[in-house]
């Protein structure tokens, strides 16, 4: 015999598996298209997931997965951590530079793991938990860029002075990554950035993609 579901935790479940399968997020009339329901239910599925923060909604009305699913174990974002530090610790050491990987949260742009370079006399303070708007900053804008379709160079951003007088920023975003939306990058106090190391953030970017796929 079949055991005793709820339908509405299905559904529930499944706007959260569909959303965590596409890098754009989805309409209100995909979802409600993909789940074979009307758009109030869809709608009031929404509602629910974005109280606990497992769905966000951009500007454009798009739902994404919200960092909340990330909250629900608290070893995931260890994990991320993890995942991402050998990356970003070459990252550092090579550029001389601090090395970041910062994730989506909501309408910002959160470090989540950030790893400073061992030989060099100044860098950048730059710490977990630094928050900033996405249109603001490297990171943010790799993000940004990656979310418009801008890749044909990898989506790498380059910013200065932006979020600190004097420091200037390269990053590169996340690609192929199921239900996550952040990036690489490193910020040094200088008032351009050397061609080489664009190239290199890139290259972390995908090791990093890669490690999280």
């Known amino acids: 015999m079949t055991a005793e579901t709820s339908q509405t935790l299905d559904r529930g479940l499944r706007v959260l598996k569909l959303l965590a399968d596409t890098d754009h997020g989805l309409t209100v009339t995909e979802l409600s298209n993909k789940l074979g329901v009307n758009r109030t239910v ?3 599925l929404l509602a629910t ?7 966000r909604r951009d500007i454009g009305g798009r739902a994404r997965v919200g960092l909340g699913v990330l909250r629900l174990g608290r070893q995931v974002h260890p994990l991320v951590r993890e995942a991402a530090l050998p990356a ?37 303070a730059y710490r977990a938990g630094f928050r900033h708007p996405l249109d603001r900053g490297a990171a943010g ?13 990898a989506g790498l951003a380059l910013t200065h002075g ?28 200088a008032d351009t950035v050397s061609e080489r190391v664009g190239p290199r953030v890139v290259d972390a970017a995908r090791e990093v993609s890669e490690a999280l796929r």
Not at 49 to 55: D, G, N, R, T
Not at 99 to 106: E, F, I, N, Q
Not at 166 to 172: V, W
Request: no cysteine; glycine share 10%.
């Open 162 to 189: 932006e979020l600190e007088a004097g420091a200037s920023g390269a990053a590169a975003p996340l690609l192929g990554v199921s239900g996550i939306e952040g990036s690489v990058g490193v910020v040094m106090l």
């Open 141 to 153: 804008r790799a993000i940004l860029k990656a979310r418009q379709g801008r890749t044909h160079d």
């Open 42 to 44: 869809v709608y009031r």
């Open 49 to 55: 997931l974005e109280q606990h923060a497992l769905v």
């Open 88 to 124: 970003l610790r070459s990252l550092a050491e090579d550029v001389g530079a601090t090395a970041h990987l910062t994730l989506v949260d909501g309408t910002e742009a959160l470090a989540v793991a950030v790893v400073e370079p061992t030989w060099t006399d100044y860098h950048v």
